[in-house]
């Protein structure tokens, strides 16, 4: 079965700075997608970027990046000059590509806070 | 295009009572699924859709039951509520298809407690 682990529970960032959260996941599958979906006080999930795990190429979204190690299995975010409006939970999540399913396997996510 | 849309926005039950949340999207697409979020667990998968007629259990299904009879609609019915299935709950639609394929749209989500 397929995991998601995101290890840091809460991360804090001024304001313009650049933040960089952590994922990792584990699964036997070669083809699958990875997502960070945000989650701002009114709890509404926002899709913030996805990575196909056959592209080598790091999928960028303005100010949004990640860095994907598929052989380390890990799916960072990096988020570059950071506004207010970035503090939100974020959370990272994986789908199989091979499978007719509808299944999106969450971690537990991690709470940004950004400082003026 | 209203995306995906829930209804009730919250509800409270008493235990032991039954009720439908309600689930609609208008983007034509062919899945659909239901999700709860609890404190410190992320977003646990209940039930999925990949078409009209065919459903799935997916991690934590007891105590709902669902039904596909349309594209466009996807209720969670909770049979008998319990304190355990306080939560917010989140129903998402994804197309098989297309450049959006497997992109999961989110509605706003709808807050329950049983007391």
């Known amino acids: 079965a397929q995991t998601v682990t995101q290890s840091q529970p809460e991360m804090s960032v001024q304001e313009a700075e650049t933040v960089t959260l952590s994922c990792t996941y584990d699964?036997?599958?070669?083809?699958?997608?990875l997502f960070w979906y945000k989650q701002p006080p009114s709890r509404q999930m926002i899709l913030v970027i996805r990575?196909?795990?056959?592209?080598?190429q790091n999928a960028t979204e303005n100010r949004f990046s990640v860095n994907f190690q598929k052989a380390a299995k890990s799916f960072s975010l990096k988020i570059s000059d950071s506004q207010l409006g970035d503090a939100a939970m974020y959370f990272c999540?994986?789908?199989?590509?091979?499978?007719?399913?509808?299944?999106?396997?969450f971690g537990t996510g991690t709470r940004l806070q950004v400082f003026p | 295009n209203a995306g995906v849309t829930q209804t009730p926005k919250f509800q409270v039950l008493k235990t032991g009572q039954s009720m439908t949340l309600q689930c609609a999207q208008d983007?034509?697409?062919?899945?659909m699924s239901w999700y709860r979020q609890d404190p410190g667990m992320g977003l646990r998968l209940i039930h999925y859709?990949?078409?009209?007629?065919?459903?799935d259990q997916g991690e934590v299904p007891n105590g709902y039951n669902v039904s596909r009879s349309t594209t466009e609609d996807f209720p969670l019915r909770l049979l008998s509520a319990a304190p355990s299935q306080t939560s917010v709950y989140f129903c998402?639609?994804?197309?098989?298809?297309?450049?959006?394929?497997?992109?999961?749209?989110f509605g706003a989500g709808t807050r329950l407690s049983v007391l």
């Open positions: 990575q196909e795990a056959y592209k080598q």
């Open positions: 998402a639609s994804s197309p098989y298809r297309g450049m959006a394929k497997n992109i999961q749209y």
């Open positions: 699964t036997s599958e070669s083809d699958y997608y």
């Open positions: 859709s990949v078409g009209a007629g065919i459903t």
């Open positions: 999540a994986y789908r199989s590509a091979t499978l007719r399913t509808d299944k999106l396997i």
């Open positions: 983007m034509n697409h062919e899945y």
